[in-house]
């Protein structure tokens, strides 16, 4: 099957740092990747969808200051949380969508990000 | 609007018991896509199913089950004798063309819990 990889998998950062988080897809082409939030004991919540050349959508409550996401090219994407604080700590899930039916999403093994 | 809803937030079994993990979904679109993810502690998310709405017939894979039925808009999971190595959180998702860029919608997710 296909292979999404993220980068890093955990990630310490200073409050008021910036982290970039990678997303690839190792063996095809996405044109739309997404990007997930997670807290503990909750569930996925879709953050964006990222559209290879275009500008991603965020979903309402997402600031888009906040979470850069760039995708530019077929098999990368990036998140990067700009002036991180405790409160954006989390575990972060990318995926990447096959086109045409039925659509398959891959997901990455996901990063988790400590804000200090 | 699509909707999952996963009314067991925990469950505890002992091992070689049976177990029945209960989704409900709304979605307006006659044709969509259901399907099955297990978490375990590490984060990944593990693809178990994807089932389309036009076929009803249940799904067997070892010792994991799938029963789907439009007439209650259900899709429930059963894993017969369960093991430790099941213990985890499942999540059940849709997919529907009406749904934002074709985007899963998930459920709470289900703890599973695996007693020796």
């Known amino acids: 099957g296909a292979v999404v990889s993220q980068h890093p998998s955990r990630v310490i950062c200073k409050s008021g740092t910036s982290v970039k988080i990678e997303c690839r897809s190792l063996?095809?082409?996405?044109?739309?990747m997404f990007w997930y939030r997670q807290f503990p004991k909750q569930s996925l919540m879709l953050m964006a969808t990222s559209n290879e050349g275009s500008k991603a959508t965020y979903e309402q409550g997402v600031e888009k200051d906040k979470f850069l996401i760039n995708h530019a090219s077929l098999t990368l994407s990036t998140l990067t949380v700009t002036s991180a604080h405790p409160e954006d700590s989390s575990f972060y899930i990318c995926?990447?969508?096959?086109?045409?039916?039925?659509?398959?999403?891959?997901f990455g093994p996901g990063t988790r990000l400590t804000v200090t | 609007a699509q909707k999952v809803t996963q009314a067991q937030t925990e469950i505890s079994v002992v091992e070689k018991e049976d177990v029945t993990l209960d989704c409900v979904y709304e979605t307006r679109d006659t044709t969509y896509y259901l399907f099955w993810y297990k978490q375990p502690p590490s984060g990944e998310l593990v693809f178990l199913i994807r089932?389309?709405?036009?076929?009803?017939q249940n799904e067997i894979s070892g010792r994991y089950s799938w029963n789907f039925q439009k007439s209650t808009s259900s899709f429930n999971f059963t894993i017969t004798a369960s093991q430790v190595v099941d213990s985890a959180v499942y999540f059940c998702?849709?997919?529907?063309?009406?749904?934002?860029?074709?985007?899963?919608?998930f459920g709470s997710g289900t703890q599973l819990t695996v007693l020796p």
């Open positions: 995926s990447a969508r096959l086109t045409g039916e039925p659509y398959e999403q891959y």
């Open positions: 998702a849709l997919r529907a063309p009406s749904g934002s860029a074709r985007q899963l919608t």
């Open positions: 063996d095809f082409q996405a044109t739309t």
């Open positions: 089932r389309n709405s036009f076929d009803e």
